[in-house]
């Protein structure tokens, strides 16, 4: 099953812009991450939220979490070419060993 | 960090033939292992749950006697797809959260293409 949708599910920018991708779930959750997947390959691990946690800060990745409205925010700020790949997010409702469930991703283009 | 491997990282089979794919924890113990599968351009779905030393949980719509899994060891689990079909062709992920942790922080495989012809 997945959890929910991502939005938008593609997007272009120029590098240098940043790049705003959301995430929407359906049920409870007790964190929430955010994945990095290049064309054919495995997953990259980008950042976790607590579901007590409404913003983390990682490099050029700012995360937020809104409970209330069962949504988060992926921010890349002054994009590269190199992030170019599909991002997912991924909750989890239970406690820490349980699967995570995918949302349906963004496939982001960052052109030079 | 903990890193999970999977093997082979791509295979080709012919219709009706069985294809085996292991995931191994290299660093930590694994009583728990997740399969995900991966079509073109689509999502990670989750397959089954793959515990060590009892039967695999599978999810609504996987059907356990075409995907057996076998969780042999607190760092090797297996997925063999059997009488595959080119419906099958997937990549298949696992991941493994390390024991014992507060966080659910997964390791995922690299993943194996599967391609049946």
């Known amino acids: 099953s997945q959890q929910g949708e991502e939005d938008p599910q593609a997007l272009s920018i120029q590098e240098g812009e940043n790049a705003t991708m959301n995430c929407s779930y359906k049920?409870?959750?007790?964190?929430l991450q955010w994945y990095r997947q290049n064309s054919g390959r495995g997953l990259v691990h980008l950042i976790l939220i607590r579901s007590n946690e409404r913003e983390k800060h990682s490099g050029r990745l700012r995360v937020t979490l809104d409970t209330s409205k069962k949504s988060s925010s992926l921010l890349i700020t002054a994009s590269r070419a190199a992030d170019t790949a599909s991002y997912f997010c991924a909750t989890d409702a239970g406690q820490a060993g349980t699967a995570l469930i995918f949302g349906k991703g963004t496939t982001l283009s960052v052109s030079s | 960090g903990a890193v999970v491997s999977q093997h082979p990282s791509w295979v080709i089979c012919k219709s009706g033939t069985s294809v085996k794919i292991e995931c191994r924890s290299l660093?930590?113990?694994?009583?728990?292992m997740f399969w995900y599968r991966q079509f073109p351009k689509q999502s990670l779905m989750l397959m089954a749950t793959s515990n060590e030393g009892s039967k695999a949980t599978y999810e609504q719509g996987v059907e356990k006697d075409k995907f057996l899994i076998n969780h042999a060891s607190l760092t090797l689990s297996t997925l063999t797809v059997t009488s595959a079909h080119p419906e099958d062709s997937s990549f298949y992920i696992c991941?493994?959260?390390?024991?014992?942790?507060?966080?659910?922080?997964?390791?995922f495989g690299p993943g194996t293409r599967l391609t049946v012809t």
């Open positions: 049920t409870s959750i007790n964190n």
């Open positions: 991941s493994a959260p390390q024991s014992g942790r507060a966080v659910n922080e997964q390791y």
């Open positions: 660093d930590f113990q694994a009583t728990t």
